[in-house]
């Protein structure tokens, strides 16, 4: 059975009852599958009997991306049966960096053997997270942020910085949405600039830098981050790099894989198992690192 399914695709699931001794059950027990959805929908899929106490169900176009949970519950003569488990449904457009091919290419898989592909897919979805925490979103995500007043210019979470879509700030009970006043433009008192390899937005009027208002979380600023989808050749070798130490600490406990040297660490030492981000990967991504933001 798959680690991760994709929305809306069917899923199969499969269980083998055995009776009280721990043998296949023989007869015709009354074999229920009750399923619980992500939103705490619970369903309960019709279920088939393979033979030796093998039942199947499946569960129709998954819609709900997250963590599902299901149970089979069997009873009849000599036969108590329970098997719990779950399975994860992710949504469309997840940010990878890599697809599964060129991870296999990499770790210099066969492309027509499929049977660690769900293990992998897993692996990529996992670097791409870590990916995302060290160089910043590829592809184009939207922010809400709160930032405190008190201050000419605001440094935002994510960089890089796409686009900002808006920018409000608040005293008391009365709110101002400010435009975006490029120096050399027209300007009023209610506009602010855009560093946007930076990721700052500094409050103007007139053309001249002044803060924000006196205030706690008080300036609402909504922006989208990212590249545009294009991948920096270095961060995606750096996610290539990162999948197959991930991969080879699963295979072999740690130790070097594929007939190459500890690329892993300095001075040809491999990296320890508690270091889920090696050096080499951190160097790959060094170029691309994102700022620490600071309000």
Known sequence: MPLIYYTGQDIGLTTTVVDDTGAPAAGTPTVTLTVTDPAGTI???ATAAGGS???????????TAGVWLYRWVANGTGIGFVDEGQFSVRPLGVEQLVDLASVKAHLNMNPDDHRQDDELQGFILAAADLAR?????VLPETHTEWHNGGTATLSLDWQPVASVLSVTEYVAASSWLLTEQPLGTSTDAYGYTVDLVRGQITRRATGGAVCFPHGI??????????R?????????????????????????????????????GADGIGVPTGFALPQRVIELWAPHRRGPGIA
Do not use: C, M
Not at 53 to 62: E, F, I, K, L
Not at 133 to 137: A, H, L, R, Y
Not at 217 to 226: C, F, I, P, R
Not at 230 to 259: C, D, K, M, N, Y
């Open 43 to 45: 369903t309960t899929p």
């Open 228 to 264: 545009s989808g294009a991948v920096p050749w270095s961060v995606r070798l750096g996610t290539l790099e990162l999948i197959r130490h991930l991969w080879q600490l699963t295979q072999q406990g740690g130790r070097t894989r594929f007939g190459g040297n500890a690329l892993d």
């Open 53 to 63: 106490g093998v039942y199947t169900a499946v569960v129709p176009a998954a819609a």
């Open 217 to 226: 979380k008080n300036v609402k600023v909504v922006y989208t981050a990212g």
């Open 133 to 137: 925490d060290v160089v910043g979103p």
